[in-house]
């Protein structure tokens, strides 16, 4: 039966540490997602007819810089616009559940596609407010209920914050 352990960290440099932890504690890259605002993406593209191109390229490199190192182990990783949120940068298997409510085919955008991972609506509510307060969202997916106690450990250990357990959806 596979799980899910998310927390909530306040900063990359504790984001980074706690998929580190993750890596060194056995899991792979497809089974560790994060979610967090694009502070880099940029909506002031304007109304010209012209190629935007080089703006994209830049958006682009600062992006990559940004989640570079650790979190660039992880698979999957992109950019996503959420209807009425803005630009978030995700990877693992939370990036396929996002991606409906990225292309407005999901209901619910964000709080819709974390209750596709499993999430209960109300924890997805709670995880929505923090992302929108700039924080970054970890989950680590197993069926293992000895990595799932591993991985808590980590995210405690690491101080994140809002830490739970959840019944994964079948895509997570």
């Known amino acids: 039966m596979s799980k899910a352990v998310i927390g909530i960290a306040a900063t990359l440099t504790q984001a980074e540490t706690i998929v580190d932890r993750l890596k060194l504690a056995g899991f792979f890259a497809d089974q560790v997602s994060i979610l967090m605002p694009d502070v880099t993406a940029t909506t002031e593209f304007g109304h010209e007819n012209e190629t935007k191109a080089p703006e994209g390229t ?12 650790v979190l660039g182990w992880l698979a999957g990783i992109g950019a996503l616009a959420l209807p009425g949120l803005g630009a978030f940068i995700a990877a693992g298997p939370i990036m396929a559940a996002l991606s409906g409510a990225a292309t407005g085919t999901a209901i619910g955008g964000l709080v819709g596609g974390l209750s596709g991972l499993g999430i209960p609506e109300y924890e997805a509510k709670l995880y ?15 069926e293992d209920p000895e990595m799932r106690r591993r991985a808590e450990e980590i995210m405690k250990e690491c101080k994140a914050e809002d830490v739970h357990t959840v019944q994964a959806s079948k895509n997570g």
Request: aromatic share 4%.
């Open 58 to 69: 830049a958006i682009g490199a600062t992006t990559g810089f940004a989640i570079g190192g």
């Open 128 to 142: 929505e407010g923090r992302l929108k307060e700039g924080h970054i969202l970890i989950a680590a997916h197993t």
